[in-house]
Nanobody, 127 residues
């Protein structure tokens, strides 16, 4: 059974940083794509970034590019999202998701492309 668990969220002041973790169990990260998504109250789920865990290929949405960095540690079966220069509009529940992928240099930030999801971790950016 594929299980994902997000952690690292919390309350941070504007301009601060957080590192979110997505720990996988029930599988190893080889030949998987992992995506980070967020959903603010009253808003649709938004793709932020994704990574292929074999080649390390990464992709960022316009929202994720610049201030966010995705990375993985296959030995720890964990994918990270480093967030910096946080703004109040970054406040949301952040989810990670996984899907098997036969391609080493491709991933998608479309939520419909993923079939396993974590429960989410709350990020609140406020002074």
């Amino acid at each position: 059974q594929v299980q994902l668990a997000e952690s690292g969220g919390g309350l941070v002041q504007p301009g601060g940083s957080l590192r979110l973790s997505c720990a996988a169990s029930g599988f190893t990260l080889d030949y998987y794509n992992i995506g980070w998504f967020r959903q603010a109250p009253g808003k649709e789920r938004e793709g932020i970034s994704c990574i292929n865990t074999v080649a390390g290929y990464t992709y960022y949405s316009d929202s994720g590019k610049g201030r966010f960095t995705i990375s993985r540690d296959n030995a720890k079966n964990t994918v990270y999202l480093q967030m910096s220069t946080l703004k109040p509009e970054d406040t949301a529940v952040y989810f990670c998701a996984a899907t098997r992928s036969p391609w080493a240099f491709s991933c998608s930030i479309s939520a419909t492309g993923y079939d396993s999801w974590g429960q989410g971790t709350q990020v609140t950016v406020s002074s």
